[in-house]
């Protein structure tokens, strides 16, 4: 597994999603996506203390676009083994590593192992539930300096 290269979607881009999804684009939302986009995983105290000098912007206020944004599709949740919620830039299905000692989220690139694990999984039943989706998230610590 190697860390990916990803970038996230830049303004235009970012104004096109909110447009289709009919979310009105406001400098709060652009300056929420703009830490985004910088930090990939955050929390919203994260993003928050991110732009709260340039943004007039309540902590809540920051919860609500980020959680409307995850809601809607835009952006995906995390959640970490801290019990913390945090915020992915990139929505869509990929793999994580989660450094429980920094609290630090990191995607990887690893193949098709979601789909192998979803395509096992469908094979099995669970009596009284109904799997809606898969996340795997590896819970790891660092061992010596950073390889990914």
Known sequence: ???????????EAFRKRMNAKGLKVTAQRLAVHGAMSKL?????ESVYE????????????????LSDLADNGIYGRRFSANNKMYFDVFPDRHVHLYDIRNN?????EAGDLADQ???GL???????YKI????????????????I
């Open 1 to 11: 597994m190697k860390k990916t290269g990803r970038k996230p979607a830049g303004e």
């Open 40 to 44: 990939i995983h955050a929390s919203a």
């Open 50 to 65: 991110m732009i709260h000098d340039s943004c007039r912007i309540s902590p809540s206020s920051v919860y609500n676009i």
């Open 104 to 108: 630090e989220i990191i995607d990887v």
């Open 117 to 119: 694990v979803e395509a």
């Open 122 to 128: 469908k094979r099995r039943r669970f009596r009284g």
């Open 132 to 147: 809606e989706s898969i996340d795997i998230q590896i819970v790891c610590h660092q061992t010596r300096k950073k390889l």
